[in-house]
């Protein structure tokens, strides 16, 4: 009989069952594949430093040596910044209170003074306090007019951006 049980084996002509079958192997080694992807990625170290053009550099393995860089965990994002002097650090090490990984204050980056932008970004403040109708182009690529409101919200990134790009 198709699609029945005969001493202990089974009759692959019935469509079903072997559609169940092949539905959990696939599942089974989707599974096996996810799992052993995580195990691969876990705990893994990036190396991080700038090159002699000034191109941040990022690694699996560390710099040459007389090398400032930081050492950063992928799985927590801890940091550990290293002195040129102190070599390379195998991934062994062991944290102890002075390689403990801690993470690093970031700061704003600082915005360059350029007087292009400052020219544009006082020209738009000018017109702004002009009386004059102002439009602007939309996502669209169509004009159409600005209200009140969003003329001073426009006031208010071109004050910003002066105070961001100009020399006062």
């Not at 079958?21 to 594949?33: D, G, P, Q, R």
């Not at 980056?109 to 970004?121: D, G, L, R, V, Y």
């Not at 439009?135 to 426009?154: A, V």
Request: some cysteine.
């Amino acid at each position: 009989m198709w699609g029945t049980f005969e001493l202990g084996t089974y009759h692959w002509g019935d469509t079903l069952l072997k559609l169940t079958f092949t539905a959990i192997a696939l599942v089974m080694t989707t599974a096996l594949l996810t799992l052993s992807s995580l195990y691969a990625s876990a705990d893994k170290v990036v190396y991080r430093w700038k090159d002699d053009a000034g191109n941040q550099v990022n690694s699996d393995r560390p710099p040459p040596q007389g090398v400032d860089y930081e050492v950063v965990s992928t799985s927590s994002s801890f940091v550990r910044e290293v002195d040129a002097e102190e070599g390379v650090v195998p991934l062994e090490v062991a944290p102890t209170a002075d390689t403990e990984p801690k993470p690093v204050a970031t700061s704003t980056p600082q915005i360059e003074k350029n007087p292009e932008h400052c020219k544009t970004a006082r020209d738009n403040l000018q017109t702004l306090d002009s009386h004059a109708r102002i439009r602007l182009r939309d996502e669209q690529g169509e004009y159409r007019y600005i209200d009140e409101d969003e003329k001073q919200q426009q006031r208010k990134l071109a004050l910003d951006a002066i105070k961001a790009f100009c020399e006062e």
